[in-house]
């Protein structure tokens, strides 16, 4: 008899796991469950979109016809309400119920509102579905200002929309600097200053206090902690994600601020697997569990389980991830685990060019390029390989870096 595999998200994950199902195992019985509306989406293009430097045909990935080509059942706008693990099947809004022998977990999650008066407000915005870049791309066409919360890798995404729409933003960070966690104040100041030419002011040591709403329930300004109003005809915030583990909550399946699964993205239920940004896998790399929501990341995660959800250890998950940021006229990228590590190195580079590492144990765990992303491959393949690097911070932050350089230096010694 054939298997039945249920996925339930149809993000890059859960069709990249529907993929490798049907190319793998031709007769099996395949469903994808999702809540959107719409087939799998390049959610990377979505922000071009809303910059208004893309039209929408070039954003979707997937047309419905391309699941019925390969004969997988596509299920929109359809909640998956319950689990049960111990029956092996999952039940949707509409009651109906679906038996599966393995079980895809590609649920991801949904973006965290400020806990604050006003924040439900209309024309305040959140930024994670193709609908969410349609309703701020309607609101910046008509926008003379905007305020911005949330001082990490999606909020900038506000910022280069309202520099591309020509909207005056106020960027308001809790802290000190952009991505204070990854970024030296030297190297956050370079993202500064591009937000700056592009009309979107960064204000530190700030935050929202409140949004004022008008009669008619829409945002028209963000007061600070501080008691500095700020006037808004649309709000972003981007202060992260709420993953959505609730839907396992009745379960026996192990969570931990996400699905907790091992490198073959193996829940502790031996049928029940996951990928994508709600998991917390164990990184081979790094020796520990961890979390990623990269593109690329995801895409591998859900490639590996569905190999696993076939022959489980068939391969491991090992990956270097990476995200990159396009909005400016300099090239910058994070690689890997930055925020984490218990040493780093960094360097200046004339006025354009900055990068950092993150070490631990004297290996490298992650880092960040700003202006000049040649030394990438040297970094992710040292990375990847585990090599110690201790005591060569110098020969890290040469220039024009290579691997070479290592084990030249290796020789000398």
Request: hydrophobic share 40%; aromatic share 8%.
């Amino acid at each position: 008899m054939s298997q039945s595999f249920v996925i339930i998200g149809d993000g890059i994950a859960g069709s990249s796991a529907a993929e490798t199902l049907r190319e793998e195992e031709p007769d099996a019985d395949i469903t994808v469950i999702t809540d959107e509306g719409e087939a799998l989406y390049n959610r990377i293009l979505i922000k071009e979109y809303a910059k208004g430097k893309l039209p929408e045909a070039p954003i979707s990935i997937h047309q419905e016809g391309w699941y019925e080509e390969r004969d997988i059942d596509l299920e929109l706008n359809t909640l998956v309400v319950d689990i049960r693990t111990d029956d092996h099947e999952v039940e949707t809004h509409e009651g109906d119920v679906y038996d599966y022998d393995k079980l895809l977990l590609a649920i991801g999650g949904t973006p965290q509102q400020l806990p604050v008066d006003g924040s439900d407000a209309d024309g305040v915005h959140h930024f994670w579905t193709f609908q969410d870049a349609r309703r701020i791309k309607e609101s910046a066409d008509d926008a003379d200002d905007a305020v911005i919360v949330g001082a990490g890798l999606l909020g900038i995404d506000f910022a280069a929309i309202c520099g591309a729409q020509g909207v005056s933003g106020k960027y308001l960070m809790r802290g000190n600097s952009w991505w204070r966690y990854a970024l030296s104040e030297e190297g956050a100041e370079l993202m500064h200053e591009a937000m700056r030419e592009r009309g979107v002011e960064p204000v530190f040591d700030s935050g929202v206090d409140h949004f004022e709403v008008d009669d008619d329930g829409h945002v028209e300004a963000a007061v600070d902690p501080n008691g500095d109003r700020y006037e808004a005809d649309f709000a972003g915030v981007a202060i992260g994600l709420n993953l959505n583990t609730e839907l396992v909550e009745g379960t026996d399946i192990e969570t931990d601020d996400g699905i907790v699964v091992d490198e073959y993205m193996r829940t502790n239920d031996e049928d029940v697997f996951a990928a994508g940004d709600i998991t917390r896998f164990y990184d081979v790399i790094l020796g520990e569990q961890a979390q990623n929501g990269a593109w690329g990341s995801a895409k591998e995660q859900g490639t590996i389980a569905a190999k696993n959800m076939l022959d489980y250890g068939s391969e491991q998950f090992e990956w270097v991830s990476s995200y990159s940021i396009t909005h400016f006229d300099f090239p910058f990228l994070s690689f890997g685990h930055p925020t984490l590590g218990d040493d780093e190195v960094m360097k200046k580079f004339g006025d354009d060019e900055w990068r950092r590492l993150a070490l631990k144990d004297g290996k490298i765990v992650g880092g960040v390029l700003i202006g000049n992303l040649a030394p990438q491959s040297a970094y992710k393949s040292l990375m990847r390989e585990q090599v110690d690097v201790s005591g060569q911070k110098d020969v890290l932050m040469k220039e024009g870096f290579s691997v070479d350089d290592l084990e030249t230096e290796a020789a000398a010694e």
